[in-house]
């Protein structure tokens, strides 16, 4: 870095670099640069022409996002009661933020409203639906009264492939049900729009690893320790969601 060294001869300070005096000139030309080109900051410009990544946020459509648990079922008699309970509701509320250029940096938060999950009638014998609810809602396994809400939050995200506006992700997260909190792998596929984004994937995930013994009825019939999980994601961007000032 230059220096200033003492006075020389015409008492005037002398600039050096790394020992050796500085010609005049050059230094007056860096004076000059110093004072007509400051640093220059980063505008919006630069995020218009793709110089710096951006990071958009997307928040859930309650009315549009689901998830869908297939409840599997066991035992010797499991064929008289059908092949599995269907369990579904609204992902309540979250948010998805997405860097196009660097999916890594994307991250993810969702919530499911506990007491809004519902048990689907079709494959049930009748009558049964109201009462495979109760018991899921109930202190055996959901416990909705103490534990309101299904929270996810990603904690890594991995690029598989990209083909325009479609992505493969592998979304590694926390799933906390009833307070425990497990690690979850999830392979997402995302279609980017102009103001949204749609998401959909599939796992699974042991009711045991979160505290929960699956249900039996008279020790003949119980449900499957091993759940499948299904969702489809509808999210807008939050600029897009707050409107114009």
Avoid at 90 to 114: F, K, M, Y
Avoid at 200 to 206: A, L, N, V, Y
Wanted: proline content about 7%; aromatic content about 4%.
């Amino acid at each position: 870095m230059p220096e200033l060294v003492p006075a020389g001869s015409d008492n005037r300070p002398t600039i050096t670099a790394g020992g050796r005096a500085l010609p005049k000139t050059l230094v007056i030309v860096m004076a000059v640069a110093a004072v007509v080109l400051p640093a220059r900051s980063v505008g919006p410009a630069d995020l218009a022409n793709g110089l710096i990544a951006e990071t958009t946020v997307y928040r859930i459509d309650a009315a549009k996002s689901r998830v869908t648990i297939h409840v599997g079922k066991a035992g010797a008699f499991s064929f008289v009661a059908g092949h599995t309970h269907e369990v579904s509701g609204p992902i309540q509320t979250g948010s998805v933020d997405v860097d196009p250029d660097t999916p890594s940096q994307s991250h993810v938060r969702l919530a499911i409203a506990s007491s809004d999950l519902t048990v689907a009638a079709a494959g049930e014998p009748a009558g049964d639906a109201p009462k495979v609810l109760e018991a899921m809602l109930g202190e055996k396994v959901l416990d909705v009264r103490r534990y309101p809400k299904i929270a996810y939050e990603s904690t890594a995200v991995t690029l598989k492939s990209k083909r325009g506006s479609q992505l493969e992700l592998s979304v590694a997260g926390q799933l906390t049900i009833r307070d425990v909190t497990q690690p979850v792998t999830v392979p997402v596929q995302v279609e980017l729009g102009g103001s949204g984004l749609s998401a959909r994937g599939r796992f699974e995930i042991k009711q045991s690893a979160f505290g929960i013994k699956p249900i039996s009825v008279g020790g003949v019939v119980s449900v499957k320790d091993t759940l499948a999980i299904d969702f489809s994601i509808v999210a807008t961007s939050a600029a897009q969601s707050r409107g114009p000032h």
